[in-house]
């Protein structure tokens, strides 16, 4: 009966250890992910979305070179691939830093475009008359119109501005947690005297918090629901499952963190118990 009474508490503050220890990962996760703006150039960078939306803009550039009789292979590399890079990821910091974005190259996509038109020209001994040039630089002006919609996503920008409104919440609640995880945890290990008990029960908080962070994110994870997300454009389609993915499995991995280090706690006393007994003899 006496160790009922004992045991009791112990396991209320245990459980409810974990559920703060478990907000405490959860909130790290979320602070690590959606408020970081490196972590979203890095999905963009992992999935080639500058490929895809570079290869969207040659393909746009190069109909409407076909109206003007000039060949595709003419205007396949008059978007540099550094330009969208340096665009896409200055679109994505001006969203988390909440500063004005300006874009970059169109005046070096036009100068490409005019400069392979009249090489091409050169070659194949087409003149250019004043009023071809004129075409050339409509041409020019019409291509490079549409680039900024293919760096700037409106929902994109939303979605951060609304993101970043938590910040200071999300900062505020995550200390909070900390803060009384840590306490509770103390609170814990002082009730209890021996060294192997306290790594027994300390390993209960990790293993519980662990458990809560892997099994629903798992869930998601192999269920595939990730996967049928409706967005008709391939780059962006990639991009966003990519992003909602590494969101997700930084939960697991948070879990199996923490089940990992209740493992070792509880191996650490099992060797202090065998110890003590071993001392007791």
Known sequence: MNHMKRTIPRWILAFIGSLLLFATLALICIRMTLFNQNFMIQQVRR?????????????????????????????????????????????????????????????????????????????????????????????????????????????????????????ASLNLILILASVASLFLFLGLIMMVKMKHQRMRWSSIVFFGAGLMLIVLPAAIYFSGVINRLGIMSEGLYRFVTQYITAFDLSFIVAGVGSTALAILLVLISERLRHKKIVKTQ
Do not use: W
Request: no cysteine.
């Open 47 to 167: 999935t080639g979305y500058v490929a895809t939306i570079r290869k969207d803009m040659t393909e746009s550039i190069q109909d409407l070179g076909r109206g003007s009789n000039i060949p595709p292979e003419v205007l396949a590399d008059v978007v540099p691939k550094e330009v969208v890079s340096t665009n896409v990821e200055n679109y994505i910091r001006s969203i988390y830093q909440e500063v004005p974005f300006e874009l970059q190259g169109e005046n070096l996509i036009k100068e490409n475009i005019l400069k392979n038109v009249e090489q091409y020209a050169e070659q194949n001994n087409y003149p250019i008359d004043e009023a071809t040039r004129t075409n050339l630089t409509n041409l020019a002006e019409n291509a490079t119109k549409n680039y900024a919609a293919y760096i700037e996503i409106p929902y994109l920008l939303e979605y951060g501005k609304k993101v970043m409104t938590f910040r």
